[in-house]
């Protein structure tokens, strides 16, 4: 990943040098699983511990000779412990190592992000409670619809946040399996048992089926959680974009002293934080698809995962928590114009009652398509120029069926929200 969207919790575990960590990690847990069974002498694993190490420079001399860079690693660590260096990477193969491995890093980046998915959301939820009473119009088809809360928007962005929240969870635990089989998976050199206490070690399960590798449609679900959970930031960041229109302006991210809009334009105050968060969403769902195509492989196992591995998954993972991050900086120092939000409201005046209209008019016995037809009568005057609770109080289609009391409900906007606080009760907002 560049250095412009890499964090540095993601660093700490998907740098070479952490993986390489964990790689160790993984070879002792196997040989104290081994001296546990009696194949390695107490005092051999005493030494291996004290004494296997690896530098990143002595492991790419080796691997000029080996083209592998788990046994070129392999091969630091045993001269680095001596003659009791011919115990590690005992009965297992490349993949018992690597899949173990990357079954604690996708955990760890997991962890990390539900983290960072918390700040978010606790960012989302403060909005949704400051403003859970400031209406503002709704729009659909990007035309006004109907008036709603504020509140009542961001309400829903952390519905969604919850539902990629338990995504990431199950995601975490599907991933979080070891492996240390053997060559195919059938455990001809290494015991169930010997596995077993491995993966216990580490905090993790044995995968019940491997065969040489742990099977990648763990992996694809993984990316597939991350794909969605960008989407989900994605359509936060559009609607933040859109509702930083010149023409809308209902919120504004955070402008700086000395920021810069534009090299040509001083004026311009562009909403290029979201524009990243929606940008970085579509590699998101191109690693997921790119992850997808790696769950066959022939046979026991192939090579073609491996080299985009290397790439989509610690790339997905520092893309993820970098639009976390960036998201909840942006609501943190969100400006939000409940006055600009009031204005447009009332741009259509009232047109935007008109379906209380339509349902007053059905209460009071006029038939559905009549009051719609009455209904839109009276919209499309407004739609030219006159106002619309006017004309209706003036319609005598109305009047013959609807009280003046009747219709101040209709064109009450305190009743058109009033169950807005059950989506906040039922979101954990209020």
């Known amino acids: 990943m560049i250095e412009r969207y890499s964090t540095a919790a993601m660093v700490a575990i998907w740098s070479?040098?952490?993986?390489?960590?964990?790689?160790?990690?993984?070879?002792?847990?196997?040989?104290?699983?081994?001296?546990?069974?009696?194949?390695?002498?107490?005092?051999?694993?005493?030494?291996?511990?004290?004494?296997?190490?690896?530098?990143?420079?002595?492991?790419?001399e080796i691997e000029t000779e080996t083209r592998h860079d788990l046994m070129a690693f392999v091969r630091n660590l045993a001269e680095t412990a001596g003659p009791v260096g011919r115990f590690i990477h005992l009965g297992v193969t490349s993949s018992d190592v690597i899949d173990?491995?990357?079954?604690?890093?996708?955990?760890?980046?997991?962890?990390?992000?539900?983290s960072s998915l918390d700040k978010l959301d606790r960012e989302v939820w403060r909005l949704a409670r400051e403003?859970?009473?400031?209406?503002?119009?709704?729009?659909?088809?990007?035309?006004?619809?109907?008036?709603?809360t504020f509140g009542f928007k961001a309400a829903g962005w952390h519905a969604e946040l919850l539902r990629n929240r338990a995504r990431?969870?199950?995601a975490r635990d599907d991933v979080a399996v070891g492996k240390v089989s053997g060559a195919v998976g059938v455990h001809a050199i290494t015991s169930p048992e010997l596995e077993a206490s491995v993966c216990t070690r580490l905090g993790l399960r044995p995968d019940p089926a491997s065969t040489q590798i742990v099977n990648?449609?763990?992996?694809?679900?993984?990316?597939?959680?991350?794909?969605?959970?960008?989407?989900?930031?994605?359509?936060?960041?559009?609607?933040?974009?859109?509702?930083?229109?010149?023409?809308?302006?209902?919120?504004?991210?955070?402008f700086g002293s000395g920021q810069i809009g534009s090299s040509a334009m001083p004026h311009k105050r562009n909403p290029w934080n979201s524009e990243t968060v929606c940008g970085l969403a579509r590699l998101l769902r191109a690693n997921a698809y790119a992850m997808l195509e790696s769950v066959a492989t022939w046979h026991e196992r192939d090579l073609t995962n491996s080299s985009l591995e290397r790439i989509v998954l610690p790339d997905s993972c520092h893309l993820a928590d970098?639009?976390?991050?960036?998201?909840?900086a942006i609501l943190s120092g969100l400006n939000v114009y409940p006055d600009r939000m009031k204005q447009n409201l009332g741009m259509m005046g009232k047109l935007v009652f008109s379906e209380h209209l339509m349902i007053a008019l059905i209460g009071a016995g006029m038939a559905r398509e009549e009051a719609y037809k009455v209904a839109q009568r009276n919209a499309a005057r407004a739609w030219e120029g006159e106002d619309f609770e006017t004309c209706v109080r003036a319609d005598p289609d109305v009047t013959a069926r609807l009280k003046p009391e009747a219709l101040d409900e209709v064109f009450s906007l305190e009743h058109h929200l009033r169950n807005v606080p059950h989506t906040?009760?039922?979101?954990g907002i209020l």
């Not at 051999?44 to 190490?53: F, G, Y």
Request: with cysteine; proline share 2%; aromatic share 4%.
């Open 168 to 170: 990431l969870e199950a």
């Open 100 to 114: 173990t491995a990357l079954g604690l890093m996708l955990r760890d980046s997991a962890c990390v992000l539900i």
């Open 322 to 328: 970098f639009m976390l991050g960036r998201l909840a």
């Open 16 to 60: 070479r040098e952490a993986k390489y960590r964990r790689w160790q990690e993984v070879e002792i847990a196997i040989c104290e699983a081994h001296a546990e069974a009696g194949a390695i002498p107490s005092e051999a694993l005493a030494e291996i511990k004290n004494r296997a190490s690896f530098t990143l420079e002595r492991c790419d």
């Open 131 to 148: 403003h859970a009473a400031t209406p503002m119009i709704g729009r659909t088809h990007g035309i006004h619809a109907e008036p709603i």
């Open 216 to 254: 990648r449609d763990r992996h694809a679900g993984f990316l597939n959680a991350l794909a969605l959970l960008g989407a989900g930031l994605e359509r936060i960041a559009t609607e933040l974009r859109n509702l930083q229109r010149t023409e809308i302006l209902e919120v504004q991210e955070a």
């Open 424 to 427: 906040l009760s039922a979101t």
